[in-house]
């Protein structure tokens, strides 16, 4: 009798073992369902639906939504729009989200890319993997109208130590504050461009500082005459100015990082590259150099 239950055991066992060892031969995988042979890779999935979807901060001019109209638009959406049409790609869907949400995004597939004129940085490269870089750019300082504390650089921000300078969360402000000797208790840390304005306007902040580009033209757009932009500002002499901007995408999507890639060179090759990011306020001064490479940049700020 136990020799019977013994036998009924083992053709039990190898019953299962059958079904759902390997996985294929039930027609399951442990990859979800696709075998090796029948997987595709993102850049085949983007292809075949026709739309990407672009994780984005509301930051003009780098990538913004337009308030009338609700359009995406920048220059870092537009380098994007041309590089995915070139793709096969032609509907690109804008998704919001805080600055410091597009890396998470990303990395959790709630976006395919991320395009906001992004600094490429050490420690972003190890949680995103970026394309090479699209656009450089400086940093802009915003004040009270007349500059009343006559603040001219990071380093007059440092040297008193009343001010309070408002800066959006998660940029790279901060270290750079940091590094020209802010200290932290000056620096106020607020979720975007008009939340650091309200902090200087309502007296909370004396200044606020973010890209160049960034700051002026939004000062620009706000319809008021409480601040001003500091036009002879001294670029801090430190590792990571000027910033080199680029797309972020989830690491090991390797083939569409390389496709994009690819038309990101002929984009900067024939000179396209600047007649995409004229509109959006920037010049030849933003070219990146055509030989300079994303591995370069990162390597430059260890």
Known sequence: MKKRLLILFLVLVMGIMTACGSGQEAGGSSDGGKSSSDSSSLLDELKEKGTVRIGFSNEPPYAYQDAKTGELKGAAVEIATKVFNNLGIENVEGQIAEWNQLIPGVKAGKF??????????????????????????????????????????????????????????????????????????????????????????????????????????????????????????????????????????????????????????KLKESGEILDLITPSGFGEGNIVPNDLTTEQVIESLK
């Open 112 to 265: 395919d890319v991320i395009t906001a004129g992004m600094a490429i940085l050490p420690e972003r490269a190890e949680q995103v993997q970026f394309g090479e870089p699209e656009i450089q750019y400086g940093e802009g300082l915003i004040v009270e109208k007349g500059n009343p504390l006559d603040l001219h650089s990071y380093t007059d921000i440092a040297n008193n130590p009343d001010v309070i300078v408002a800066v959006m969360s998660g940029t790279t402000e901060i270290e750079f504050l940091t590094e020209m000797g802010v200290s932290e208790d000056q620096i106020l840390e607020v979720a975007d461009i008009p939340a650091t304005f309200s902090a200087v306007q309502s007296g909370r902040a004396q200044a606020t500082t973010g890209t160049e580009m960034t700051v002026k033209m939004a000062l620009e757009s706000s319809d008021q005459n409480a601040l001003e932009f500091v036009e002879d500002f001294e670029q801090p002499d430190i590792k990571g100015v000027p910033s080199y901007g680029a797309a972020g995408f989830a690491k090991g999507n390797d083939e569409l990082i390389e496709a994009y890639n690819a038309e990101l060179k």
